[in-house]
């Protein structure tokens, strides 16, 4: 049977601010890091400006967050059940500095789905309940007590990027991974050669 576990992320994101010393890390990109033209984080990059300049509300204030989705199937029986597959949707908080985004304890375990088959492009009924409280947080934000100056603000999150492999990335945006058109980068210039026989797809120059 197909199975969803939903873990609401706002309350999570509450108790994240009211820790003093999580709600100091979470201000590290603005008041702690070096400015040495390096990229070591996401903060570097152009996409992080970019953001901050088309949504200035938001860039003004730091201690809004800025999320990475990561998501893939699974199979925890290995070959013992090939009728099965489960898909973990986490949440990367890039607000972080680098050696701690990517530690368990921050990454958020939103959504467990659970199911006899791949997924597909099914996946978007799975997201509703995750994609309706980033948009509820996005439209409105939420009110926030921050431990560590013992104030309060009006918090909103952003859906920054995503992590996942190729066929993920198709369920995830609904391109067609597939076929003579594959490349979504390239669109209906992707160069790729059919074999005559085994009729598979190659993609040259890719």
């Known amino acids: 049977m197909k199975v969803l576990w939903y873990l609401p992320i706002i309350l ?13 890390d979470l201000t590290w990109h603005e008041n ?17 400006k970019k953001t901050n300049r088309l949504h ?5 204030e730091v201690r809004n967050l800025r999320l990475g989705l990561a998501t893939s199937g699974t199979n925890p029986y290995g070959s013992l059940s090939t009728q099965h597959s ?13 050696w701690l985004c990517m530690k368990r304890k921050h990454m958020m375990l ?9 997924l597909g492009k099914d996946i978007d009924t799975y997201l509703s309940p995750l994609i309706e409280d ?11 007590f921050v431990g560590f100056w013992n104030e309060t603000f009006q918090m909103r999150p ?28 390239c669109e209906e210039d992707t160069s790729y050669i059919q ?7 190659e993609y040259i120059r890719h």
């Open 134 to 144: 980033l948009t509820k947080l996005w439209d409105e934000g939420v009110l926030v």
């Open 32 to 48: 702690g890091r070096n400015c040495d033209r390096i990229l070591h984080h996401p903060i570097d990059s152009s996409q992080w």
């Open 110 to 118: 939103s959504i467990m789905i659970s199911c006899p088959r791949q």
């Open 195 to 201: 074999l005559k026989h085994g009729r598979k797809i």
């Open 56 to 60: 200035m509300d938001f860039g003004k």
């Open 12 to 24: 999570r994101f509450k108790c994240l601010f009211a820790n003093g010393d999580d709600a100091k």
């Open 86 to 98: 489960s898909w973990p949707v986490l949440l990367i908080i890039y607000n972080f500095p680098p």
């Open 158 to 185: 952003m859906l920054f990027c995503t992590i996942n492999d190729f066929p993920a990335y198709g369920n995830l945006s609904g391109y067609s991974v597939k076929g003579h058109r594959a490349c979504p980068i």
